[in-house]
């Protein structure tokens, strides 16, 4: 299994401004994954973190607007840039663990992002 | 491309009785697996189970079991006895095995409402 940690929980932000999500594995995985979660929606999967690579962005998700890091195999970050109300959301990091039978995919406990 | 249908918005269920949350899937790959995740109001995703394609029998955790027929493309969830801390949506996920279907593909969830 693996516990996977977020900072911050929530937070409350300026439309145009920035935030940074981080993301902890407490164990080496090869993929993390960023979603986002509007109220009353399913999940939508923002981007795959490349570890030592450039992120994978999901259709109608962009670099400029979502950047994202992967230094090593246990963390990961997000931004949300130049925010606006319709970013107001939950978004979730989540990793890949095991293989076969013992395949898992674990998520933080999210992030909830309100924009003003 | 993948696609997860979940055609029960929301379920009310009286309290111990058994319940059934149905989920059907649509994919290319001749290996994927599926998920599924409980997600309560505090908006946390807890994986409940996975089932692989290849797999010959139905997956169980404790009160969970996957109801898998993969000729009709179905995944049920079937959750024993249930208790009122079952009260949450329920998203059934899959996530395939070839390039490009290595992400998870989320279903628009089923509330469940457990009455005592």
């Known amino acids: 299994s693996a516990v996977i940690s977020q900072k911050p929980s929530r937070d409350i932000c300026q439309r145009g401004t920035s935030l940074t999500i981080q993301c902890q594995v407490d164990?080496?995985?090869?993929?993390m994954f960023w979603y986002r979660q509007q109220p009353g929606q399913s999940l939508t999967l923002i981007a795959t973190?490349?570890?030592?690579?450039?992120?994978?962005?999901e259709s109608g998700f962009v670099i400029d607007k979502f950047p994202i890091s992967r230094p090593n195999l246990t963390f990961s970050t997000l931004t949300v840039s130049n925010m606006s109300p319709e970013d107001s959301s939950i978004y979730l990091c989540?990793?890949?663990?095991?293989?076969?039978?013992?395949?898992?995919?674990?998520f933080g406990p999210g992030t909830r992002l309100l924009v003003l | 491309a993948q696609k997860i249908t979940q055609t029960q918005p929301g379920m009310f269920v009286q309290e111990k009785e058994a319940v059934t949350l149905d989920c059907t899937y649509d994919?290319?790959?001749?290996?994927?697996?599926l998920f599924w995740y409980k997600q309560p109001s505090s908006g946390e995703m807890i994986f409940l189970i996975y089932?692989?394609?290849?797999?010959?029998q139905n997956a169980t955790e404790g009160r969970y079991s996957l109801n898998f027929q993969k000729a009709r493309k179905s995944a049920n969830l079937v959750i024993s006895a249930s208790q009122l801390g079952d009260s949450a949506m329920y998203f059934c996920?899959?996530?395939?095995?070839?390039?490009?279907?290595?992400?998870?593909?989320f279903g628009t969830g089923t509330r469940l409402t457990i009455i005592p």
């Open positions: 989540s990793a890949c663990t095991g293989t076969g039978v013992t395949e898992t995919q674990y």
């Open positions: 164990s080496q995985v090869t993929m």
């Open positions: 973190a490349n570890q030592g690579s450039e992120a994978t962005y």
């Open positions: 994919t290319s790959d001749p290996s994927y697996g």
């Open positions: 089932q692989g394609s290849y797999d010959q």
């Open positions: 996920a899959m996530r395939g095995r070839n390039f490009g279907n290595e992400k998870l593909t």
